[in-house]
Every structure is written in C-alpha cells, then in structure tokens.
C-alpha cells in the first residue's frame, strides 16, 4: 500500500538543465495534481489531471510540462531549469466520490537549481 | 478567482491551553473545504473535508466546523505532538482543483 511515490527526493540542476519529476499511485485515483510549495506563498497548483489523456494548467504552469498517458503515472517535465523553479513539488492524487477523503500527497522533492 | 486566508501566520501554546485556527474563503461556489496537517520536511497529511455550513468533524482533540465565509480549527487540550503547520483549501463547484492558504504553523511547548 504504497500511495503516492515521488522520485527522487532531493535534486540539484543547473540553469537550463531539463529533468522529469516522476509521480506513481498504486489507489486507481483518477485526480492527480502536481503543486510546489515556497516559504510564504503556500502550495500553488502548477498542472493537474482529472483522467488519462486529459491535463490542464494550475495556477503557475510557465516552465513545466505534463502528460497522464495511464492513470498510475503523472510525470512533471522541467524544460530548462531556472533558479526560479527552486521550490519543494508535490504530487497529488483522489478518487472520485465528492473528494472526501481529500487528496493523497506523496512526500515531496526537493529542487534546488544553481 | 477562489482565495484563502488563514490565520495567524503562527500560534504558539502551552500543553493543555486550548485555541482555534481561522481559515476565511472567497470562492464562486464551494464543493468542500479541507483541512491538512504538515509535518516538516513531510506532504501534507489529510484530516477532514467539510462540504456544507454548519457541518462539524472531530478527530481525537481537533474538531473543525464551517460557515458559509469562514471554517474553525479548534484545538483542545493541545499536546506537543499536535506541533505542526495546518493547511486549509477549498474545491470549488466547477472543477477539482484545490486553492490552498498559506498555513498556521502551531507548536505547543511542554
């Protein structure tokens, strides 16, 4: 009973360096979000997935891409890294049924770019 | 656009001295309000969603209500262990997204 897994947990990238995020639910959930979270701002939601096939832009999506090709997975692409992009993600994911057993977080990774 | 506000910013409590956390809302229609527990260095942890005003939810010493503009987290009889930052978000009606506030970080000394 894994939940959500997050790979890797901390990472360091240069400017302009690209790197995929990976994401994976073992609950057959069909809502997956990624967020990130920075001091003083809270989580905002860069893209989310509400089945495969289908995403859409958060609130902060410039820099990143997405794609939901099966339900387990939602990768989060980072394009070309910016010291802006320094944060801590977090992928999300429900199952349907009014939400109310809230969305599943996994543990988080880390992201320093230099 | 949904905003949350959540205050204060940081509460800090003697073991045993009870308080409440404030989470006020502006959303077109709410389809429910969470509430979260995050552990440092961890992913927030769900405890409760609240889908209509009046609508209470308890579990061991926390208990949180809602109203139409604003949701209470009350703290009863605090322990260290309760130390940690409380998120509030809400969904509203026309998707599934979640819009967080920024937290209250409690820590309740010995």
């Known amino acids: 009973n894994a939940g959500v897994t997050q790979t890797p947990k901390f990472q360091v990238l240069k400017t302009g360096q690209s790197m995929t995020l990976q994401c994976a639910q073992d609950m057959n959930h069909e809502y997956m979000s990624w967020y990130r979270q920075d001091p003083g701002m809270g989580l905002r939601l860069i893209h989310y997935s509400v089945g495969a096939g289908i995403t859409d832009q958060g609130e902060v999506p410039n820099g990143y891409n997405v794609s939901r090709s099966t339900t387990e997975d939602f990768p989060l692409r980072l394009l070309s890294a910016a010291p802006s992009q320094t944060s801590v993600y977090f992928c999300a994911s429900s199952g349907t049924g009014g939400f109310k057993d809230g969305y599943t977080f996994g543990s988080g990774t880390r992201l320093t770019v230099v | 656009e949904d905003q949350v506000t959540q205050s204060p910013e940081a509460l800090r409590l003697q073991e045993g001295e009870s308080s409440s956390l404030n989470c006020s809302y502006t959303v077109s229609g709410l389809r429910g309000l969470f509430w979260y527990r995050q552990d440092p260095g961890k992913g927030p942890e769900f405890l409760f969603t609240?889908?209509?005003a009046g609508e209470e939810k308890e579990k061991e010493r926390l208990k949180a209500t809602l109203t139409k503009k604003e949701s209470f987290l009350h703290i009863t009889a605090p322990k260290p262990e309760d130390s940690a930052t409380y998120l509030c978000?809400?969904?509203?009606?026309?998707?599934?997204?979640?819009?967080f506030g920024e937290g209250t970080q409690l820590t309740v000394n010995p």
């Open positions: 609240l889908y209509s």
């Open positions: 978000a809400v969904r509203e009606t026309s998707g599934s997204r979640l819009t």
